[in-house]
């Protein structure tokens, strides 16, 4: 059974979106976690939500073109497999996993890294800006390994998980407020 992991602040809970919030209180929301000095977010730059939506748009787009089935416009974001560095970056860390048998495959997308440096890193691996469908993440899988198991410490590039879309709410319900 595969496992889908999703990694939060404990004071905030699971599948809190920046995304689900307008542009204004996004910022507001971003910038108050700046000022405390809060976990790797606080460290994003000021454009990085004009670039988050584009790129959230731009998987969107490819993932419809594959034949993909989004119900939400913006996604919630998991990794294939786990990834235990990705705790540090909240102030008190948290995972959830669940099987990936909970989702619809057609309300599901991925990436070979996280979507930023997916989309914007510049040195021609044939898994830059591209999005999959399960059954072509388990093709990249075969030829490339995951990237948590070849490049744990992230010395060999920016990929250092298999990140997910999740494009429907519904089977996360269930995992909100635990």
């Excluded at 490819?62 to 996604?75: A, D, E, N, Q, V």
Aim: overall charge negative.
């Amino acid at each position: 059974m595969e496992l889908l992991y999703h990694y939060f602040d404990e004071s905030t809970g699971p599948f809190v979106n920046l995304s689900d919030l307008e542009i204004h209180e996004a910022e507001q929301v971003l910038s108050d976690i700046r000022f405390k000095n809060k976990g790797f977010a606080s460290k994003r730059s000021l454009e990085y939500l004009q670039i988050r939506r584009g790129l959230e748009l731009k998987a969107r787009n490819l993932f419809i073109s594959k034949g993909g089935k989004p119900i939400r416009r913006l996604p919630h974001y998991m990794t294939f497999g786990k990834c235990p560095w990705l705790l540090d970056w909240y102030p008190i860390g948290r995972e959830i996993e669940i099987p990936i048998n909970e989702f619809e495959t057609h309300t599901l997308s991925f990436t070979y890294g996280d979507l930023f440096p997916t989309m914007r890193y510049q040195d021609e691996k044939p898994y830059r800006n591209q999005v999959y469908t399960l059954n072509e993440i388990y093709e990249v899988i075969k030829e490339y390994g995951l990237p948590q198991e070849w490049n744990s410490d992230g010395i060999k590039g920016p990929e250092r998980y298999i990140e997910v879309q999740i494009w429907d709410d519904k089977p996360l319900r269930k995992w909100r407020n635990t």
